[in-house]
């Protein structure tokens, strides 16, 4: 019998802001992030942080040559692992990247020249060898990266923007939504869109409730808001990501606990993670 359609998630990096390599982050891990999803054996990755270098090494491993790599945004932890992408590298692969954040009137071509440019990076972009192709989207935007793919696009609440996504497919649905900050108002109401229903989603929860304070208008969120917007949008299990660089695995244990003790629902994204997701639509249930 043919399987049931499935999203497939694995997490290469969950951290925040910075790499945080070392005993402390064994469990949780230390890469910033980056999250693969496969859907009908397409392969896609949401963010190229420090993560996207070992999966770089597993994709050449696997000869994939079919990738497309979609920003939420340009900051730092976002984008630093991509001139360590193996795949980048391969002339049999054709790489698609996609970005929609920028408000400048910058292209994606313009993002990855930015990345690759002497003196902060030996190389320039044309070092490249797979077959490089560029697109840019508005957030809004429904794309559909390969056939059967639903992607949904919104704007995201953050410092020079970010974009959050929503990809369906038979079925099933997984949002990633990094890097934002909760308003009580339309930001919110597009992070609910976004998630409505959904079967998984992992969000911003950098900072505790009682940190927030103290960093408010940063751009990020708190595990506790993260909780309520799911609850509103009906999400069925939520992941707290984006983990504040400085924090341990017995920190992050913490933080997940309480999470837990108020959404039952919710877990702390941990590298190397993987979830295979089967839709509510084909009987489905969330299993890891
Ligand atoms: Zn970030
Ligand atoms: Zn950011």
Redo the contacts with the bound molecule.
């Keep these: 019998m043919a399987s049931k359609p499935a999203i497939d998630i694995r997490f290469w990096g969950a951290r925040?802001?910075f790499p945080m390599p070392g005993p402390q982050a064994l469990e949780f891990g230390g890469h910033t992030?980056c999250v693969e999803v496969r859907a009908g054996g397409h392969v896609m990755i949401f963010d190229a942080g420090s993560g996207i270098v070992p999966l770089g090494k597993a994709l050449l491993d696997e000869a994939v040559t079919e990738i497309d790599l979609f920003f939420t945004h340009c900051?730092y932890?976002?984008i630093i692992g991509l001139p360590y992408f193996l795949p980048a590298f391969w002339d049999k692969v054709r790489f698609r990247i996609w970005a929609g954040h920028m408000q400048d009137g910058s292209s994606p071509e313009d993002l990855v020249a930015g990345i690759f440019r002497p003196p902060y990076f030996p190389i320039t972009k044309d070092w490249m060898r797979a077959k490089v192709e560029y697109r840019r989207f508005t957030p809004g935007d429904v794309l559909e990266p390969a056939p059967g793919i639903r992607l949904v696009t919104g704007s995201l609440r953050h410092p020079n923007g970010a974009v959050g996504y929503r990809i369906e497919y038979g079925g099933a649905v997984f949002c990633y939504l990094?890097?934002f900050e909760h308003d009580d108002g339309p930001g919110d109401a597009e992070i609910r869109r976004l998630a409505k229903d959904a079967d998984l989603a992992v969000l911003d929860a950098t900072y505790t409730p009682e940190e927030y304070p103290h960093f408010k208008n940063f751009g990020h969120s708190t595990w506790l808001h993260c909780g309520r917007l799911c609850a509103e949008a009906g999400v069925e299990r939520w992941g707290l990501f984006?983990h504040m660089h400085q924090r341990s695995d017995p920190d992050l244990h913490v933080i997940e606990k309480r999470a837990q003790e108020q959404f039952p629902n919710a877990f702390a994204v941990r590298e190397g993670q993987r979830i295979h997701l089967v839709g509510k639509a084909a009987n489905a249930r969330v299993k890891s």
């Design positions: 925040g802001s992030s900051h932890d976002h990094t890097d984006h």
